[in-house]
């Protein structure tokens, strides 16, 4: 092949991305460089998830290594004469940081990526993920080379023991410690089991890595069922996860054709098969026990621990069951060794973890950072902080098993112990942003709902509990709250993490007792002054229009979808409280300087004078103007 | 085709580790080409070519080829500048695919710059 590359498109493809058009924008790209003569110059290569989801559809070119960002169609013909023809970036299309003016044009610059360290997501954006010689450019199946050629089984797993690598799936399980268990049984056949269940509200973080580097997870699996002793593994993905099962299909047969999966890899004795299961998208069959139960073809209901899945998993046999990020952690520990691995990072917690990055935040995306990173360092660097100068509020870890951190805890590091401290936890890496215009007592009734549909219902503690704490916290958040609702909601939220027995009701609590802790004075307004101060809680708040304002305008009128605000040209609106539905369309509508639309809460509605009859709004201010003196 | 060898996949490693060499980002220098309107207009599409050829010819990547707008003496066009690390940068001036093929032997591969070619060594003060 007649070698003229010199320009390598990089194209996201990752679900974000192809969503907002991004093989639309490929394929303007490659219509356009064929028409400047560019195509063999100039090639577009599809790749996974890039992690600045909030920029997409978006491209870096190498290897200038130029980011760009809110890719249109429209804007390919010009990028591709300017750019790529002329040797002139487009600054238009470039990354401008919230509130400056100047764009950043190299990759390197923008904060976003400058502060990430890459192990799980080494080969996002660099490689094509449907082809598997990009992933052996970049050292892929070295690894397991390693493993096969130099290494018993013990060896193994002694390595990712001493590299101090705990499990991403949540609880933080020291992986070697698990990897030790399956491999002292005795019983065989054993099993490897990768888990893309990836059930949390907002978390993608799997979903990506299978996107974009699925090899690096076949890579992982593959030694570890070297280490245990299985010649089976199963991938089990919910359903809705389409590219990446077609990417991890790809992948498979690709590794099978070269003889790294199946009988006899790389020309040795072990022998691996990789099986892809799809879910159907339940967040309880992410729990180990329940996924077993799910692969079996049983319903998928937790059992009791112990027997631990290394002991008596899938079809009672010994069964490793890993989150797909810490298999894909794997390869690179046995390439660059246990020492590297056991240095980035905190005492306890090693390496990196990613997280995906959304809620009120400037730069939402996916992010991978060393662990002991604080808080404050995701949120205000690397995320950019929250829009419109809003103030932090808190940040809720963990998804629906964690809790929400306050802003006094900002400088906290992010590690697996420093979490569960603060009353939330690691859990698989969702992190959800919230400013001030967010009401903690809806935050916590919006997880009670999530895990109150999503209990299995086997145990009663769990599914009529998540009932009870849902009731209690709808009727704050009615304005219908009694005194001792907080003491009743922290008793109910403790004996339900007692009695539980699986993690998710275990943790389901862990939403309301951090609202709680952190934030008591909140629920106190709630329910002692029927005050919703974020004013979001729609009982509790009312929309009011202010006479002193008001021009008459008609364009809330017109807007009100309930018809609930009566009034006549230049005469002031009035809204009928009891046919508003609170959906705000009129505060968005009335034009900026006159703003005469107000949500108020608490005392303030008893304080507003409340119009009943028109009254036109010259009368009004001639009645009401404050005299001059 | 046939099952794969620890030694097959080093091969497999080395020979699609060409593939992405743009992606790796190890260069010792780097050629522009310059291509504003007057660069274009003048030919700067068939130096590009002939750099492009010599460039696969020799199967080099270290060297990071790119283009650039306008120079700023669009009379000397078409140009390119040479940066090798290590060595001030040197522009060159009103080129021929020939001549750009000479360069690359003996500046960019050969390290001896061409005096009769150049325009100017170093490069203006970014202020
Ligand atoms: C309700 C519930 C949901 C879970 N969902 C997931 C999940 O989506 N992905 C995952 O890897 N682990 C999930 N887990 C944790 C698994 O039970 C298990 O601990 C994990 O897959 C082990 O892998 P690790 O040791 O690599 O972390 C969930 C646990 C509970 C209780």
Known sequence: ?629 | MPKLTIDDLKKIRDDSRKELYLREGNYRGKVIVHMGTCGIAAGAREIVNALLDEFDKRKLTDIMFTTSGCAGLCSEEPMITVEIEGAAPVKYRKLTPDKAKRIFNEHIIGGKVITDFVLGVGSERVG
């Open chain 1, 1 to 629: 092949m007649a070698e003229k590359k010199r320009i390598e498109l990089m194209v996201c493809t990752g679900t974000g991305c192809f969503a907002g058009g991004a093989y639309q924008i490929i394929d303007e790209l490659k219509k356009e460089l064929e028409l400047f003569g560019l195509k063999e110059e100039v090639t577009v290569v599809a790749t996974g998830c890039n992690g600045f989801c909030g920029q997409g559809p978006l491209m870096v070119v190498l290897p200038d290594n130029i980011f760009y960002g809110w890719l249109e169609t429209k804007d390919i013909h010009h990028l591709v004469e300017e750019h790529f023809l002329k040797g002139r970036p487009v600054k238009k299309l470039m990354f401008i940081p919230p509130e400056q003016k100047e764009p950043l044009p190299l990759i390197s610059d923008i904060p976003f990526f400058k502060k990430q360290l890459l192990i799980v997501l080494r080969n996002k954006g660099i490689i094509d993920p449907e082809k598997i010689t990009d992933y052996i450019a970049r050292d892929g199946y070295l690894a397991i080379s390693k493993v096969l050629s130099s290494m018993n089984p013990i060896d193994v797993v002694n390595e990712i023991l001493k590299s101090g690598l705990r499990g991403r799936g949540g609880a933080g399980f020291p992986t070697g410690r698990k990897w030790q268990v399956a491999s002292q049984q005795s019983k065989s056949p054993k099993y490897l089991i990768a888990n893309c269940d990836e059930g949390d509200p907002g978390a993608y973080m799997d979903r990506s890595v299978l996107e974009s580097d699925p090899h690096s997870v076949i890579e992982g699996m593959t030694i570890a069922g070297y280490a245990i002793g299985s010649t089976n593994g199963f991938i089990y993905v919910r359903t809705e996860y389409p590219l990446a099962i077609k990417r991890m299909r790809i992948a498979i047969e690709q590794a099978q054709e070269y003889g790294l999966l199946g009988k006899n890899i790389l020309g040795t004795n072990f022998n691996f098969e990789i099986e892809i299961r799809e879910g159907s998208g339940a967040f309880v069959c992410g729990e180990e026990t329940s996924l077993i139960h799910s692969i079996e073809g049983n319903i998928p209901e937790p059992r009791q621990r112990p027997p631990f899945p290394a002991q008596e998993g899938l079809w009672g046999c010994p069964t490793v069951i890993n989150n797909v990020e810490t298999l894909a952690n794997v390869p690179v520990i046995i390439s660059r060794g246990a020492d590297w691995f056991s240095n980035i990072g905190t005492e306890t917690s090693k390496g990196t973890k990613i997280f995906s990055l959304v809620g009120k935040i400037n730069n939402t995306g996916l992010i991978e950072v060393p662990m002991g990173i604080t808080l404050r360092e995701v949120v205000y660097e690397i995320g950019g902080g929250i829009p419109k100068d809003k103030k932090f509020k808190a940040v809720q870890t963990g998804g629906p098993s964690g809790g929400c951190i306050p802003a006094e805890l900002l400088d906290s590091p992010i590690d697996f112990e420093s979490l569960q401290k603060a009353g939330s936890m690691m859990g698989s890496g969702g992190m959800i942003v919230m400013d001030e215009d967010t009401c903690v007592v809806d935050v916590a009734k919006f997880f009670i709902q999530f895990t109150n549909d999503e209990s299995c219902g086997k145990c009663v503690s769990c599914r009529d509990g998540s009932d009870a704490l849902l009731e209690v916290l709808t009727r704050i958040s009615n304005g219908e709250g009694m005194d001792g609702d907080v003491e009743f909601l922290t008793e109910l939220a403790e004996s339900v993490k007692d009695a539980s027995m699986c993690g998710l009701g275990q943790t389901l609590p862990n939403p309301v007792l951090s609202t709680i802790r952190y934030f008591k004075e909140e629920y106190e307004a709630h329910i002692k002054e029927k005050r919703c101060p974020a004013l979001v809680c729609r009982n509790l708040i009312e929309y009011y229009i202010d006479p002193n304002k008001c021009v008459g305008c008609l364009l809330c009128i017109k807007t009100c979808p309930t018809e609930a605000i009566k009034g006549e040209s230049k005469h002031i609106h009035i809204i009928d409280q009891e046919k508003c539905s609170k959906c705000g369309q009129c505060m968005e509508v009335c034009p900026p300087k006159i703003s005469a639309i107000l949500k108020i809460t608490g005392k303030d509605i008893n304080n507003m004078v409340q119009l009943t009859e028109l009254i036109s709004c010259k009368e009004w201010k001639k009645e009401h103007e404050p005299a001059h003196s």
